[in-house]
RNA sequence: GGCGUCGUAGCUCAGUAGGUAGAGCAGCGGACUGAAAAUCCGUGUGUCACUGGUUCAAUUCCAGUCGAUGCCA
């Protein structure tokens, strides 16, 4: 059974997604597909924001689906990501009910919305440990020995040298077989706020996240044997806290360094959407300042549903 | 109260043997196709505290004022 019909709401950190989204589902038969790189992990919670109990606040439960499904310390990318919500999609679409695709991971989003197709090169282990002792001037020139090409980012940025030279190397020239979506009536909503305002509340979040047991969720991770450069690859709350529970820095550099951090991924998330956008995609900017009726009215009058209820 | 030190970008500070100034961090912009909350790139004009003086020219020298700080009373 072919997708007709997706929605999208994104938006950056602190904006008040998931219970728009949980209120959208409700009014329009919905089920959610959330796209967050960190919430898929069980335990962790505090630090990724994940309160399962949302998507039952308010009235009967709304289905959410790709979270909580993996534990600490396993890989995931976004080739797994893309295959994983094009199957869950599909499923949903096929019980005639709407996919709510709800998320602040922008590659994750695109790499939905704009079909990415990747290449055959699965992630060669050998290959990595090889080239952890090659420095970026070597892979750099390896992968122009082989036609690739590099912009002055790529040269730098080690995670891009080493996949572009896997790619080169273990390709296949075989097509890729790939699973698209056949989206035919596409609605993205984005939440909009002033950057001051997303700093304020993420800041105050951050307050809270730390006596609600921030510290203890990150220690009770590690205690497990969840391995500390695992947490530190997370990035912020998880790396933060776990380099302040190793000593490494104090509980003041820990919050300041760590509210910074939050900031600049908010900002980096806002260049994501205005990228989308440029590649195409149409985002309906709701003002985040109003409250969530007004957001729901905005929703509904911008598209019209006339196929779930 | 006396003597000394300091007052330069949002923050911490450098500097100008007199020709109006520069780093780190923050901020801002960007990249991104198998780690993406990751990784990487670009971007620095500010009454050089205030008021006068010396000088062709002062943020730089001199005096005073204000503010901060230290020591002595």
């Not at 904006?15 to 335990?43: C, F």
């Not at 300041?256 to 900017?285: C, D, P, V, Y």
Request: glycine residues 6%.
């Amino acid at each position: 059974m072919e997708i007709h019909e997706l929605m999208v709401i994104l938006g950056p950190t602190a904006t008040g997604k998931t219970a728009l989204a949980v209120k959208a589902a409700r009014a329009l038969n919905a089920e959610i597909v959330s796209a967050d790189s960190r919430q898929i992990y069980r335990g962790l919670d505090i630090g990724t924001g994940k309160d399962l109990s949302e998507y039952s606040q308010g009235g009967t439960a709304v289905p959410y689906h790709l979270i909580d499904f993996l534990n600490p310390g396993e890989t995931y990318n976004t080739f797994q990501f893309k295959a994983d919500a094009t199957e869950v999609i599909r499923e949903i679409g096929s019980r005639n009910k709407l996919p709510l695709v709800c998320g602040g991971t922008g590659l994750y989003i695109e790499s939905l919305l704009l079909d990415y197709h990747f290449s055959s090169a699965n992630r060669q282990e050998d290959f990595r440990r090889e080239a952890e002792h090659m420095d970026n001037s070597v892979l750099a020139r390896q992968i122009e020995v082989l036609g690739g090409t590099l912009s002055n980012e790529d040269k730098a940025n080690r995670h891009r040298l080493i996949r572009k030279l896997e790619v080169l190397l273990f390709s296949e020239e075989k097509k890729e077989m790939r699973e698209s979506l056949k989206i035919e009536k596409l609605h993205v909503f984005g939440i909009e706020l002033p950057r001051e305002i997303i700093r304020r509340r993420i800041t105050d979040r951050l307050i809270i996240r730390l006596e609600h047991g921030m510290v203890e969720e990150v220690k009770s991770l590690l205690d497990d044997g969840v391995s500390p450069k695992w947490l530190d690859a997370l990035g912020l709350e998880y790396r933060f806290v776990s380099r302040y529970l190793k000593k490494q820095m104090s509980y003041q550099e820990m919050f300041s360094q760590l509210e910074t951090a939050i900031h600049q991924f908010a900002k980096r998330q806002s260049t994501w959407f205005r990228r989308m956008e440029k590649r195409g995609i149409k985002i309906n900017w709701i003002d985040g300042q109003v409250d969530d009726m007004e957001k729901m009215e905005f929703i509904m009058e911008t598209v019209d549903f006339n196929c779930h209820g």
